[in-house]
T-cell receptor, first 115, second 109 residues
Framework: ETGVTQTPRHLVMGMTNKKSLKCEQHLGHNAMYWYKQSAKKPLELMFVYSLEERVENNSVPSRFSPECPNSSHLFLHLHTLQPEDSALYLC??????????????FGPGTRLTVL | GQNIDQPTEMTATEGAIVQINCTYQTSGFNGLFWYQQHAGEAPTFLSYNVLDGLEEKGRFSSFLSRSKGYSYLLLKELQMKDSASYLCAVVDSNYQLIWGAGTKLIIKP
């Protein structure tokens, strides 16, 4: 148990569907992250929130829409996805993103398949 | 551009020692992390190096040479449960984590 939970663990959706991924951290951290993990590729940082404000958006397509209602919860809303968006989506949290020692704690991920 | 290089896959024998290398070229350096990720699970923290030298933690050790842009993770007395992917990540000048693609380690009996 890492203190970061994600739901659902697996998701299959069509290209016209709308779905949401949920992340919750129980560690009292101030920063939360969404990453995309594809086979044999580095983790791709998608979004960073610090104290509920978005501080980083790495040119992610608008079909991915994040929401951070409070410092413990993070959502990723999905709509009109493409098959190449199929991947493992990881959520992480850390105490403070502006520090050199910024250990990130990861959730187990949502395995997304877009048909 | 920023780049982290690790071998894609390595194989080792139970009970042996293995060294996983990581070389990096980044805009600034504020530390290097190693994470372990079992298949279908979350990455978990193994080590953090910011100064040159070797950090030992049980069966796992991590080494850093900032002048060479090089780190390695050393795993001793390998166990079957060490079969996993090992991710190297560097903290750059903007305090962002730059990730390598990971090294898949296969342990054989």
């Amino acid at each position: 148990e890492t203190g970061v939970t994600q739901t659902p663990r697996h998701l299959v959706m069509g290209m016209t569907n709308k779905k949401s991924l949920k992340c919750e951290q129980h560690l009292g951290h101030n920063a939360m992250y969404w990453y995309k993990q594809s086979a044999k590729k580095p983790l791709e940082l998608m979004f960073v929130y610090s104290l509920e404000e978005r501080v980083e958006n790495n040119s992610v397509p608008s079909r991915f829409s994040p929401e951070c209602p409070n410092s413990s919860h993070l959502f990723l809303h999905l709509h009109t996805l493409q098959p190449e968006d199929s991947a493992l989506y990881l959520c992480a949290s850390s105490l403070d993103p502006g520090q050199t020692y910024n250990e990130q704690f990861f959730g187990p991920g949502t395995r997304l398949t877009v048909l | 551009g920023q780049n982290i290089d690790q071998p894609t896959e390595m194989t080792a024998t139970e009970g042996a020692i293995v060294q996983i290398n990581c070389t990096y070229q980044t805009s600034g350096f504020n530390g290097l992390f190693w994470y372990q990720q079992h298949a279908g699970e979350a990455p978990t923290f193994l080590s953090y190096n910011v100064l040159d030298g070797l950090e030992e933690k049980g069966r796992f050790s991590s080494f850093l040479s900032r002048s060479k842009g090089y780190s390695y993770l050393l795993l001793k007395e390998l166990q079957m449960k060490d079969s996993a992917s090992y991710l190297c990540a560097v903290v750059d000048s903007n305090y962002q984590l730059i990730w390598g693609a990971g090294t898949k380690l296969i342990i054989k009996p």
